[in-house]
């Protein structure tokens, strides 16, 4: 039985006024030093106290040009009205009931709206709160799945070095981060392998096709159906445009259909990751529409989906996978207190209503043909510019020691923090995501562009001339 929905609750009584403590807070905060447990317990990074449109505000004042919206997440820019607008009226309706008893209105429109943007290829969606439970969720439902099929036997995932999944013990498990994963590996799953990415600048022979690439990588996926033996593989998972692990690498034409004939050759499911690559970021809201026809039986998404108004993701499932749970026992065996959060939803909702009325897809299209076309004329020559790539508005700049050899910098080089670091001068003024290395050797070792869709023509010529001014004074001060 579906559960009831939820569409407003009784008002709350009029909010308290704020305690001491709240400027005692903003004390610490302001003067750069704060108990919060920061990925560097050494150093606090920049504290960001407010934002205008495309910049962060920070502390000391300096307004900083966001050039990937943090991690490829505000594409559409700080402070909409709209979105702040649909939030506060969510607040007057019902901030939350728990997802296992009852449902709610903007999270059943978030899902009907999601649904309509596949197309109708996906069935239905299961929301939560970030990219990482978006990948768990994607993992049990495959799981599960199988068990509802009387194919218990199929534990196997298969995913590719140098990805990056999401954070927690199984999304971990599942990426080939190999710095993310190297100090946590006893407590990783066994049931996961990993093959070669699509990586064509480090991955293909010299003079091989694209066609011929292709063959190879299906070719050692289908082996590694073989090794596992192809009844007990549940799932082969990849990123269309792979994000944070190689910097903005979409895979090479054929590339999917290819991978999606192993697969069902095996009667195992296509996963994709598009938590990074998602929503609008590639040009398509969906970027395995770029994908010659190819559909993914699950998908997981975040990031752009609320655009950082709120943190949410969400598992798509197609009607295959949904209908073996209706013709079996009728129940997902998952759930979390935050599922289908209602005033998440009715900020992504939001979001994603302005990206179709604004027309950002187009947009971000164009911007991205801006941003690549100056890239590659003021750097593709650069000697420690060994690759840059890319699809839309997710840009990524490979450097090398080599350009000739691709031998990357030394890891203690640290060529990407320090790219990072540099654009956040007050000369500068903008923030550019450092992308570390991930597999030996520190290869792919990157700057990541994911600007908002929401700039002007005139702000994407600004930012990137600026991005191309920071890596171009970074190695000539390196001499
Ligand atoms: N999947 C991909 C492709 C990602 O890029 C990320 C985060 O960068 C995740 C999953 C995990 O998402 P989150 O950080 O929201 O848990």
Redesign the pocket.
């Known amino acids: 039985m579906a559960p009831a929905t939820v569409v407003s609750a009784d008002p709350a009584p009029a909010a308290t006024k704020p305690t001491s403590s709240t400027s005692t807070k903003q004390a610490a905060t302001t003067a750069g030093s704060s108990n919060v447990f920061h990925n560097s317990t050494l150093q606090d990074p920049h504290t960001v106290v407010a934002a205008d449109r495309h910049h962060l505000i920070l502390a000391n004042g300096q307004r900083v040009l966001d050039a990937t919206g943090g991690?490829a997440v505000a594409c559409i820019g700080q402070s909409d009205q709209r979105v702040k607008q649909a939030i506060a009226e969510q607040l007057d309706k019902v901030q939350y009931c728990h997802a296992l008893f009852f449902g709610n209105t903007p999270s059943e429109e978030l899902a009907n709206e999601l649904i309509d943007s596949t197309g109708g290829k996906m069935a239905k969606v299961f929301i939560v709160s970030?990219?990482?439970?978006?990948?768990e969720a994607a993992m049990k439902l495959t799981r599960q799945y199988f068990v509802e099929l009387s194919q218990p036997q199929r534990t196997q995932f298969i995913a590719r070095h140098e990805s990056?999944?999401?954070?927690t013990l199984g999304?971990l498990s599942m990426g080939g981060h190999k710095f993310r994963r190297e100090l946590f590996k006893p407590m990783l799953l066994n049931n996961i392998s990993h093959v070669s990415p699509c990586n064509p600048y480090r991955g293909k022979h010299d003079g091989e096709s694209d066609e011929a690439y292709v063959a190879r990588l299906a070719r050692e996926l289908d082996d590694e159906f073989q090794r596992l033996g192809p009844e007990n593989v549940c799932a082969f998972v990849a990123?269309p445009v792979v994000?944070?692990a190689l910097g903005c690498v979409p895979s090479v034409p054929g590339y999917f259909r290819a991978v999606k004939s192993v697969c069902d050759k095996y009667g195992a499911l296509l996963i994709m990751?598009e938590?990074?690559?998602g929503m609008g970021r590639t040009g398509t809201l969906h970027a395995w529409q770029q994908e010659d026809g190819v559909v993914p039986d699950i998908q997981?998404i975040?990031?752009g989906l609320g655009a950082g108004y709120m943190p949410i993701?969400a598992v798509m499932a197609n009607q295959k996978v949904v209908d073996a749970f209706n013709n079996g026992t009728g129940s997902f065996r998952h759930g979390q207190t935050y599922q289908g959060h209602a005033i998440a939803s009715a900020a992504a909702l939001a979001v994603q209503r302005i990206i179709k009325s604004d027309g950002l897809l187009p947009r971000a299209q164009h911007l991205g043909n801006i941003l690549s076309s100056v890239l590659i004329e003021r750097l593709a020559s650069h000697p420690f510019v060994g690759n840059i790539r890319g699809r839309g508005l997710f840009w990524g700049i490979e450097f090398v020691a080599d350009k000739k050899t691709k031998e990357p910098f030394d890891l203690k080089e640290k060529i990407s923090m320090a790219v990072h670091d540099r654009g956040l001068s007050t000369k500068w003024n903008i923030s550019l995501f450092p992308g570390t290395g991930t597999a030996d050797g520190y290869k792919g070792d990157h700057i990541l562009l994911a600007p908002p869709y929401t700039l002007t023509d005139e702000e994407m010529l600004d930012l990137v001339h600026r991005a191309v001014g920071v890596v171009e004074e970074e190695f000539r001060e390196r001499g």
């Open positions: 991690a970030s990219g990482s439970e978006a990948m990056y999944h999401g954070i999304a990123e994000g944070a990751d938590v990074m690559c997981t975040g990031k993701a």
